[in-house]
T-cell receptor
Framework: DTEVTQTPKHLVMGMTNKKSLKCEQH?????MYWYKQKAKKPPELMFV???????INESVPSRFSPECPNSSLLNLHLHALQPEDSALYLC??????????????FGPGTRLTVL | AQTVTQSQPEMSVQEAETVTLSCTYD???????LFWYKQPPSRQMILVIR??????QNATENRFSVNFQKAAKSFSLKISDSQLGDAAMYFC??????????????FGTGTRLTIIP
């Protein structure tokens, strides 16, 4: 299994809602990532988890809250989002962080629309 | 900080022809990785090819090859025998080899490739 899965594929939420994005991989990877991608732009790194611990937080607003319950699962909890947070949210995983083990496998993304 | 520049926002090529996508980068590091990722309209990002900076030999993966010029900090992607399935946004990306906050990929702004039947 060389796949990263993300659910849901699409999400529409109001600014007062609380929702969660889910990412799963069963490749035995120990590093997982969240990226935000606006239309026609490259992905921007948000968070990196390594061995279920937060390794990098790219100064992301607190309305985004990541969680890594186990080595296969990564969540992104959303609360009080703004319309400008509408984007494609990509999850990725890699075997590790160092050297050649950093090859990242991406999921298909969740298209988020904030009304 | 490292930067990656893709100067061609859009490119097009006739099916079965060859096309080259440009990428330049700026870094003070001597050892690093460079990648080309492909993102088709279905959105899933796929790794096309990877180059380690200390390796002089250019990487090749089937119809995809790179021209890595370390001194010029250039990393172009050549696609031979272009196929309709090659239509996608192509991102060039850089990654440091070290740890301690250097694990992030730095992406270029992308080149949208259209294949003309």
């Amino acid at each position: 299994d060389t796949e990263v899965t993300q659910t849901p594929k699409h999400l529409v939420m109001g600014m007062t809602n609380k929702k969660s994005l889910k990412c799963e991989q069963h490749m035995g990877h120990r590093a997982m990532y969240w990226y935000k991608q606006k239309a026609k732009k490259p992905p921007e790194l948000m968070f990196v988890y390594s061995y279920e611990k937060l390794s990098i937080n790219e100064s992301v607003p607190s309305r985004f809250s990541p969680e890594c319950p186990n080595s296969s699962l990564l969540n992104l909890h959303l609360h009080a989002l703004q319309p400008e947070d509408s984007a494609l949210y990509l999850c990725a995983s890699s075997q590790g962080l160092a050297g050649i083990y950093n090859e990242q496998f991406f999921g298909p993304g969740t298209r988020l629309t904030v009304l | 900080a490292q930067t990656v520049t893709q100067s061609q926002p859009e490119m097009s090529v006739q099916e079965a022809e060859t096309v080259t996508l440009s990428c330049t980068y700026d870094t003070s590091e001597s050892d690093y990785y460079l990648f080309w990722y492909k993102q088709p309209p279905s959105r899933q990002m796929i790794l096309v090819i990877r180059q380690e900076a200390y390796k002089q030999q250019n990487a090749t993966e089937n119809r995809f090859s790179v021209n890595f010029q370390k001194a010029a900090k250039s990393f172009s992607l050549k696609i031979s025998d272009s196929q309709l399935g090659d239509a996608a946004m192509y991102f060039c990306a850089y990654r440091s080899k070290g740890l301690g906050g250097n694990e992030k990929l730095t992406f270029g702004t992308g080149t949208r490739l259209t294949i003309i039947p």
